[in-house]
């Protein structure tokens, strides 16, 4: 059953404060590490009940963590991408479905950072640093592909007006700010955009009918937008970005593969949590505890490599794409060749990490035996949150371009998913 969702329930400003304001990447690293037990308290019954994490999010708006990107010009500290994927990593250790809200808010945070005017800039800047979590709005079902819109966004004035329904989007229901993506006309016919909407604008409804069979706390919903107003200055030309060089793609797929890369350290540790607490030995062993059977210790040093090897090539993605950034900066001829090698790099990381966090996900019942199935300890989770979250951008065509490029030397395309 559905249910929508309206102001206090999504929170408020009040709510939320007061935020903390980081200033550098130690302050935003040493929030997470701190604000992680309590995050991963209660994820099993979280997931296992369908309760969203109210009390979660509003620890991270409080923390801090939602403002890190904000410019230093503007107030916030401006952090790394290497030091947002470590975030989003370790929140992923603890609760997959919780580190998944904050991906689409920072990834969208960067698009005004690159297309924002002056305005929306120090609107939306100024109200994440208070704490304000924002949302996304982009996916659609009635299209040819998934990226075919059927929302529209058309001027009217000094305005613009939105219509249309956006599924599956994440943090919704508790954000203070929607991303809405949708074509617009322009000279060379219609074009993406990106409509930052107030979630409590008139005319905006959000319903909570998330249904799948992992990731469910989300707080994704279905958002209905009717006759929505939005001031011209909060409509973001975001075709422009993919005109020259940019990590904007590759910087949201460096967050998605933090994500993945952090669920498989998580399902290693409660495999091995559980092992050591409530396993017993095989028969066969000889070994007095499950931890000292040493099949067992080398199916476990198998998956720690698994895991050290992707959170390898997630450093050094992350690693790509602060260069590409850097370079970037300075206009530099070489943009190209370094934005291309930052994609690649995501690409290549998300590929291992994703397919790491499945395996390590599924092997944890390998490791952990009958005990470990009993739906009271819901450790099928890790499995259902890593295949759910994996499907996200299909991997193939990661490889297919990490293919072209190796063999053909052609650069990956300039879009959101590479």
């Known amino acids: ?29 040493d929030a997470v590490r701190d604000l992680l037990p309590r995050l991963a308290e209660g994820a ?68 005004v950072r690159l297309r924002g005017g002056p305005a929306a800039r120090e609107r939306v800047f100024g109200d994440v640093l208070a704490g304000a979590l924002l949302g996304n709005a982009q996916a659609e079902r009635s299209g040819r592909t998934a990226h075919t819109h059927a929302t529209r966004l058309e001027r009217d004035g000094e305005e613009w007006c939105l219509e249309g329904t956006k599924y599956y989007a994440t943090g919704s229901l508790f954000a203070d700010w929607l991303a809405v993506v949708a074509p617009a006309e322009t000279p060379g016919g219609p074009r ?13 409804r959000i319903e909570d009918d998330w ?7 989300t707080a994704s919903g279905t958002v209905h937008l009717s006759g929505v107003r939005v001031p011209g200055a909060l409509v973001l030309e975001q075709y422009r970005t993919f005109e020259a060089p940019t990590t904007f793609g590759a910087f949201a797929q460096l967050l998605h593969t933090a994500i993945d890369v952090g669920a498989a350290r998580g399902a290693l540790d409660a495999a091995a949590e559980f092992v050591r607490t409530k396993s017993r030995p095989w028969f066969e062993s000889g070994a007095d505890t499950a931890a000292e059977d040493p099949l067992l210790v080398h199916r476990f040093g198998e998956l720690e490599v698994r895991v050290r090897a ?3 090539l997630l450093a050094t993605a992350a690693a790509r794409v602060d260069t590409a950034d850097a370079v970037l900066a300075q206009d530099s001829p070489e943009a190209g060749d370094a934005t291309a090698e930052a994609s690649l ?6 590929v291992a990490g994703g397919r790491t966090a499945v395996e390590v996900s599924s ?56």
């Open 1 to 29: 059953m559905s249910e929508t969702i309206t102001g206090p329930a999504r929170g408020t400003a009040d709510d939320r404060a007061p935020a903390r304001v980081l200033a550098t990447d130690a302050e935003a690293l």
């Open 310 to 312: 992707a959170e390898a």
């Open 44 to 111: 099993a019954a979280r997931d296992r009940d369908r309760t969203l994490p109210r009390e979660q999010v509003l620890a991270l708006s409080r923390s801090g963590l939602l403002g890190i990107t904000v410019p230093r010009s503007l107030g916030g500290a401006g952090v790394r991408a290497a030091t947002v994927a470590e975030v989003l990593r370790l929140l992923g250790t603890a609760d997959l479905s919780l580190a998944q809200i904050p991906q689409p808010h920072f990834a969208f945070l960067n698009a």
């Open 345 to 350: 790099a995501v690409a290549a990381a998300k």
């Open 211 to 217: 249904n799948g069979m992992g990731q469910r706390t």
């Open 192 to 204: 993406p955009h990106i409509a930052l909407v107030p979630a409590s604008a008139p005319g905006v």
């Open 363 to 418: 092997a944890l019942f390998e490791v952990a035996g009958t005990r470990a199935t009993a739906q009271s300890e819901n450790l099928h989770r890790f499995w259902r949150d890593a295949r759910t979250h994996t499907v996200h951008d299909p991997e193939r065509w990661k490889v297919q371009h990490l293919g072209e490029y190796s063999l053909n030397r052609r650069r990956p395309p300039r879009h959101g998913q590479i």
